[in-house]
């Protein structure tokens, strides 16, 4: 008796036949390019030699196979219990198996608890992801897998979900880092990913089994993996069987079934599954007939800019550069704006050599008839590019594209640019940036998406694109972020859709999520009435026409939409009317040649990995940096910033050697609050308090294996590390209270801490190892000081801890005086900087977030960035409370998120003062006060600025961010 | 913004509209609530239109719930159904410190932004949080409401013991219609207070229906309260297990209302808070255990079915897992409902949770590991909701954890891990 066993997975499909004696006769992986059915077919078929004249059992697997499955009744096993059962009939000494598949990551623990898990729904670590990374990098697997193995320096690399750890790779690129440590540093994320993500706070030792296609064709990822679980030969096992796995496991579960076909039978089967269509709940095709199609081809004819000859025009001339994330963008144009010269050109990773190359061939057509008067950058990449070529000057990304639209449709009241990795869109009103949205980390997969999507299922963009337009019923696959598409396109491959209404499923989608996602549109009219869309998405018909279906509105998309950033950067540069260009000279271009190096700053306890650009000519960028140190530059700025005030005074805390022993705090959450508090009061008591010091990405990691839900908020990821520290330090009392309810300031309905805040000690005490420690985490509030003391005598007496009520009492009352202190101090300080800023003509920010956002390793120097900018930085607990506070729109129960009602209605009065809210991802109450916010100071005319920050350290759109609220004010002024 | 108040000529002219979340019970609560006078008419909406609705009208990054309840209300103000003018909406609001006592406020929002502004909304809420003239939750109100919870835990709870099993299908469910049908009368008069002759009769008829007697796999669900009873929100989940052949267990909501009572029992003992509320937190504790417990001795005399845990055990269950100060959202109630289910017999577990929820944080992923920990049989998947998710991601978890569980039901049984006759070689498991 044969057994074949069929792995259907979300790209591949796998198959194993195993003999009457269970040897593999067969065994194949091979990408299906969503041709499920077909392909499973035309498997059966090739397998005649083997399979005529024999009886078969036979078992589907995958997440795909499903659907196949049903039709054909065949039995269907689930793919992680395929893997199982193959374990234990082949490698039954193996302790744990990781398998990475293309869109799924599953972990097994046999022995002991026997535990079995796959990715949560929001983690993209997987080959899909490495496949998305490759494109990325412009590297094919192989090329990016030799690379790896040659790197010399791993970056931090989000490892949560890939849509982030894009974010992180990209402006590594774009500062010109070298493609190994890039590589490496990949496959570092997806082992990260693995641990954190899967293994949850169990630890993966003992003999481990890895298998699925990347990891057994992907040398790099294996070596991290080795290395990273610390494992030698005999316990890292890589079969040669570790592609085909879960199809082996299919085969033996195979072995079970009563069923059993002759090969005519399962091709009349397959043959069956093939020609069955399930009908999807589709959505409407884009074009009616022919005729529409044409109308709208015609009209978006339209929108073009005149162009003038090169090689005739005589004059002045002005470049602009948009050095975007994976494309670079350069235009020249003359005294009438016309379009002299034009390139859009996949960077390749590598934007130097791409303007090198452009620059070049400008010159080369010029001669002398051709001045060029100017040159601006703009983009990801503004500061390289402008550095390395002498560019004149830099614009604001946002800047640029608006001064692009403008000349194009002088009412332009809405801008939308989605390009390869990022979305940006603007209202404008009264001719100014009235509000602007970037997306957020989550939802940057915008245009990159669909083209490493296409690639992975075998079409270029063009014929993916083209394809789209035909789709007769587009597949509905939701709106949420890339990583949640690729499941749904999943459950669609799992019901047959063509690729064509993937493609045009996947356009809808990209457009929902811009709209309804990022630009949070409330409806139709809330997005304008004269729209221009422009970015390189938008080049794609598919894209183009959703959005106006969805939006019921035809749309402006000029010609050069992918080169707005460019043409706008021309067209501002030309304004400042320069004498000469600072740009770089033919000659000198010639003999241009650059190099990178990467180091890790020394200047501080941030250690920023730094990339160090060096030109021929002797002069350096460096990029990766957080502040001006590395630059050689003295602080810039002696801008009061709170942030740092409150973060200086809390680590100048200092701890004597008491009476009663040793005492740990974590330096987490609410921590940033109460420490005040605590400290003075376990100090007094004849503690001495040990806190768990400064955040740092080792500290991080050195908790992480613990984290029990992956997508908490980072703050709360980050007690672990801290928690660690304490552990490690040998503290023999842990000191983290449980507190349901915070202080009454008299600005809110209710008082409470938001559920993580409020009962994280619990998560602490339930998944870390603290056998050595006494991890106290007594329910507390410190709100009605005379129950807290008696609460706290009771509660110390327990752990044998006798004080008398009377000093506890005592120290409780000395205590609170402290936290009214420093409470205090605060807002003196915030009214102090307010003065200053007054006295110098500064603006002032008002960072709006909660007390640990002051801890910089979650807050990424956002605060540094803006003194940087010449802002003088307030924080929202740093100015008075309104009282009687005015009730907002929501129940306003929580005491951090009432500070930042109040920080909106205090800015909203003052002039030259403007509000960033701080949000860290996975903030669900942030949900609900972030509308609120915005709405209390767009009523006022103030501008909502929202951050979202993470794990992800990625200053570079914050920066833009930043700038362009600069940018805004000033154009308000 | 105005708040727009349900006024006394209200209750005449205006229909209100609640959403469905108990199928069962909520059929009562509608009859109990029109007996009263109110004109209540319950959503059973189905469709994608709804979550599209939530997504349009409420920050995304809300839960799931807050955008399906909206989006369901939404939708059917758009459906034309109704008169505008004579509209209202009712939403429950648990007043605690998770995001779901602001549903009612996200609400109002929507309704703005859709230009339905003028409709009322009423806030369910037993913490005297906002009042409406025309709507008063009168003593005897609520001793039906509560009656109406009671009996429908009981129909629910049986009704999973038979459907599994039923012999012909659709027996046991008119079994449920025909007592939902009689119960509905019974509230017209006092005659639903007779609780242990219904029991007794619900239990005769029950065990009555065929049966076939072969051994299923039983899962527990539990999760976040929407997620865990409302169709629309876990996606069918108990015809889902029904379909591969296993036997939901799912525990009564009128537990999730003795937690919130117990939780300023707690309130006061941890913090000296909510004194005036102690007598009738006390009253109503005693009286619902002692409905409790007459269903379960009913259960129990009868014999044929199993009966649930009291609230006394469930408290028991948490212990050692989680202090019963973790109050937000389902706090300590989902930890221990897991570890209940456990001692129950029920090692296989789905927690039902919204994606991003911050309570589940804590006490549904937050405890995982200790309960495994604790009973390494434990067979418990957490799964995500929201727009995104795609049902299939969730279905092949839950087919994991099936899966498994056949898998650890045939190896108490004497069986091996293998799939085949190859006897069990080196497997370390122990049999619980």
Redesign the interface.
């Known amino acids: 008796m044969y057994k074949l066993g069929l792995d259907v997975g979300s790209t591949t499909l796998k198959s194993v036949l195993l003999s009457d004696h269970d040897e593999i006769l067969y065994q194949s992986y091979e990408r299906h390019r969503s041709l499920v059915r077909e392909m499973s077919l035309s498997k059966i078929k090739e397998l005649e030699p083997y399979l005529k004249g024999h009886e078969v059992q036979l078992a589907i697997s995958g ?1 795909a196979g ?1 659907g196949m499955a049903e039709i054909g009744a065949f039995p269907f ?5 395929a893997t ?2 193959a374990v ?2 082949y490698d ?2 193996s302790d744990v198996v990781i398998e990475l598949g293309g869109e799924d990551a599953k972990i097994l623990f ?7 898990r ?1 990715n ?3 983690a993209g670590g997987t080959g899909a992801f490495i496949d998305q990374m490759a494109a990325l990098l412009n590297l094919d697997l192989n090329e990016m897998d030799a690379l790896s193995l040659k790197y010399t320096q791993l970056y931090p690399i989000a490892s949560r979900c890939g849509v982030f750890a894009k974010s992180d790779i990209q402006p590594l690129v774009n500062q010109g880092a070298d493609k190994a440590n890039i590589a490496a540093s990949i496959f570092q994320a997806v082992v990260d990913q693995t641990i954190i993500g899967l293994a ?3 630890r993966i030792e003992g003999k481990i089994l890895f298998l699925g296609g990347p990891l057994s064709f992907l040398k790099g990822l294996q070596q991290r993996f080795v290395e990273t679980l610390k494992l030698d030969a005999e316990h890292a096992v890589f079969p040669s069987t570790a592609p085909y796995y879960v199809a082996l496991g299919a085969a ?2 195979a ?2 079934s009563t069923d059993i076909y002759t090969y005519e039978q399962l091709i009349e089967k397959f043959e069956k599954i093939a020609s069955t269509r399930i009908k999807n ?1 589709g959505l409407k095709p884009l074009f009616k007939d022919n005729g529409e199609y044409s109308e709208f081809k015609h009209r978006h004819q339209q929108s073009d800019i005149p162009t003038q000859d090169i090689h005739t025009y005589q004059g002045d001339a002005y470049i602009g550069i948009d050095a975007g994330s994976t494309t670079t963008k350069l235009i020249m144009i003359d005294e009438k704006d016309r379009l002299l010269y034009s390139s859009y050109t996949n960077n390749l990773g590598n934007p130097i050599d791409v303007v090198k190359a452009e620059l070049t061939d400008i010159y080369k057509q010029i001669d002398n008839r051709i001045q060029i008067r100017g040159c601006a950058v703009t983009g990801y990449g503004e500061d390289l590019i402008k550095s390395a070529f002498h560019g004149d000057c830099g614009v604001v990304e946002t800047v640029a594209h608006y001064t692009a639209a403008r000349h194009f449709n002088p009412d332009v009241d809405f801008i939308i640019d989605i390009g390869g990795q990022d979305m940006k869109c603007f209202r404008i009103k009264d001719h100014t940036i009235d509000d602007m949205v970037l997306n957020e980390a989550c939802s940057s997969g915008c245009g990159s998406f669909i083209e490493t999507f296409a690639r992975s299922l075998g079409y270029d963009i063009e014929e993916f694109a083209r394809l789209g337009l035909t789709s007769k019923e587009p597949v ?1 696959l ?4 890339t990583v ?2 690729n ?2 396109v ?2 669609a491959q ?1 019901n047959g859709a063509s690729v064509a209404d993937i493609s045009a499923g996947l356009a809808m989608s990209i457009v929902k999520n811009a709209l ?2 990022v630009i ?1 549109a ?2 139709v009219d809330d997005i304008g009435k004269q729209i221009v869309v422009q970015g390189g998405t938008f080049l794609n018909d598919t894209i183009l026409r959703s959005f106006e279906i969805e939006l019921g509105r035809n749309v402006i998309r000029p010609s050069i939409a992918g080169l707005m950033g460019a043409y706008g950067a021309a067209l501002y540069v030309k304004t400042k009317q320069l004498k000469h260009s600072t740009l770089i000279s033919e000659e000198e271009l010639a003999v241009f040649s650059h190099t990178s190096r990467a180091i890790s700053c020394g200047g501080c306890t941030n250690h920023c990995n730094l990339t160090i650009n060096t030109f021929q000519d002797g002069s350096r960028h460096i990029a990766g940096n957080k502040c001006e140190k590395p630059l050689g530059i003295k602080q810039t700025s002696e801008n009061p910033d709170l942030y740092a005030y409150k973060y200086q005074k809390l680590m100048n805390y200092k701890s004597k050697p008491g009476k009663r022993g040793k005492i740990g705090i974590p330096m987490v959450l609410n921590m940033y609050e109460n420490l005040p508090f605590w400290h003075p009061f376990f100090t007094e008591l004849g503690f001495e308090v040990i806190l768990s010091g400064r955040s740092s990405k080792q500290m991080y990691a050195q908790g992480s294996q613990s984290i ?2 992956d ?2 908020c980072f703050p ?1 990821k980050l007690v672990h590390g801290h928690i660690q520290q304490l552990i490690d330090e040998q503290v023999p009392i842990i000191f983290y209270p ?1 507190m ?2 915070n202080f009454d300031e008299g600005i809110s309905d ?1 008082q ?5 805040v ?3 000690p ?2 602490i005490a ?2 870390m190892e603290l056998d050595e420690q006494l991890f106290l985490y007594p ?1 507390l ?1 410190l709100h ?1 000081p005379n ?1 807290f003391y008696d ?1 706290m005598q009771a509660f110390l007496k327990r752990f044998g801890c006798d004080i008398s009520i009377k000093e506890i009492r005592r120290c409780g009352e000395l205590a609170f005086r402290a936290y009214h202190a420093y409470k205090n101090d605060v807002l003196k300080a915030g009214q102090e900087a307010i003065q200053f800023a007054h006295d110098h003509h500064k603006k002032m920010i008002l960072l709006a977030g909660r007390p640990y956002h002051i801890d910089p390793l979650i807050n990424h120097g956002i605060h540094k960035l803006l003194t940087g900018l010449d802002f003088v930085v307030l924080s929202e607990d740093s100015v008075p409370f309104i009282t009687p506070y005015e009730k907002v ?3 306003n ?2 005491t951090y998120h009432a500070r930042m009602y109040n920080a909106a209605r205090y800015v909203c009065k003052q002039p030259n003062m403007e509000l960033i809210q701080l949000v860290s991802f ?1 903030c ?5 006060t ?2 609120e916010v915005k709405d209390i100071l767009r009523e006022h005319g103030k501008l909502y600025t929202q951050i979202k920050i993470d794990e992800v350290d990625n200053l570079g759109a914050i920066r833009i961010r930043v700038r362009s609220l600069l940018a805004a004010m000033e154009e308000r002024k | ?1 105005e708040r727009v108040e349900f006024t006394k000529a209200m209750r005449k002219t205006h229909t209100i509209l609640i959403p469905d979340m108990l199928p069962i019970h909520f059929k009562m609560i509608e009859r109990v609530l029109r007996d009263e006078g109110y004109q209540v008419e319950l959503l059973q909406t189905t469709g ?1 239109k709804i979550a599209q609705e939530g ?3 409420v ?5 799931y719930p807050a955008l399906l309840v909206i989006g369901q209300m939404i939708d059917a103000l758009k459906s034309g159904k109704y008169d505008l003018d004579h509209v209202a909406l009712a939403i429950t609001q648990t007043g ?4 779901a ?2 549903y ?3 609400l ?2 929507a309704l703005v ?1 859709a230009g339905f502004e003028n409709i009322p909304v009423i806030s369910l809420n037993f913490s005297k949080m906002e009042k409406n003239s025309g709507f008063k939750l009168t003593l005897r109100l609520l001793i039906k409401l509560i009656y109406a919870l009671i009996y429908g835990d009981m129909l629910m709870w049986i009704a999973n013991q038979c459907l599994p099993y039923e012999a012909a299908k659709g027996t046991t469910m008119g079994v449920v219609d025909h007592w939902v049908a009689k119960l509905n009368t019974q509230f017209h008069s006092l005659r639903f207070l007779y609780i242990s002759r219904n029991y007794k009769q619900m239990l005769t008829e029950f065990s009555m229906i065929k049966r076939s007697c072969v051994n299923k796999i039983k899962v527990g669900i539990v999760g976040e309260i929407y997620m865990k009873y409302a169709p629309l929100g876990n996606n069918n989940l108990v015809d889902f297990l029904l379909k591969e052949n296993a036997e939901p267990v799912v525990s009564g909501v009128i537990d999730f209302g003795l937690y919130c009572l117990k939780n300023n029992q707690v309130d006061f003992s ?4 909510k004194k005036h509320v102690q007598p009738i937190a006390k009253l109503a504790i005693s009286f619902i255990t002692h409905c409790q417990s007459r269903m379960i001795k009913a259960i129990q005399k009868e014999g044929t079915f199993r009966a649930p845990g009291t609230f006394d055990s469930l408290l028991d269950a948490g212990e050692g ?3 019963k ?5 389902e706090g300590w109630l989902l930890t221990s409902e897991m570890v209940e289910l456990i001692h129950s017999g029920v090692q296989n577990i789905v927690c039902c949770q919204p ?9 549904a ?6 309960i ?1 920990n604790v009973y ?2 434990a067979n418990i998947v ?1 799964v ?1 909701y ?8 969730q ?3 839950l ?2 954890m ?3 569980a056949r ?2 039901e045939r190896m108490a049984h004497g069986g091996t ?4 006759d ?1 006897k069990a ?5 122990e049999p619980h």
């Open positions: 997440s499903l096993v689930q793919e992680v219990f199982a059962g234990r009939r039954p000494d046999l022995k002991g608890s026997l535990e079995e796959m949560s729904t929001c949850q706070g169990r033996v579960y072995k079970d709940h509905d939701g709106s949420r972020c949640f598409m499941s749904s999943k459950e799992k309804y996602k949070r409330r409806s029990s839900s997508t908490v709360a449980c349901t309810y209710n409470f801490n938001c559920p993580v409020a009962y994280y619990e998560v339930a998944n329910y509030s009605q129950r609460k729109n929501v129940l129960q929580w996975g669900g109450i942030d949900a609900i972030s509308d | 913004m994608s997504l349009n009208h920050h995304n990054d809300t839960c605690g410190g998770c995001r006592s602001n009612l406020y996200l109002r929002k932004q941890l913090y000296g808070i897992f989680i202090n100060g973790a109050k937000m959202g994606f991003g929820c911050l309570p589940n944080h804590i006490v992923k937050g405890m995982m590991r200790k495994k390494p049989t957490a995500d929201d727009p995104g998710a795609s049902i299939i991601n279905e092949n978890r087919k994991l099936l899966a498994n898998l650890n891990a293998e799939y085949a190859k070689h080196v497997y370390a498991y």
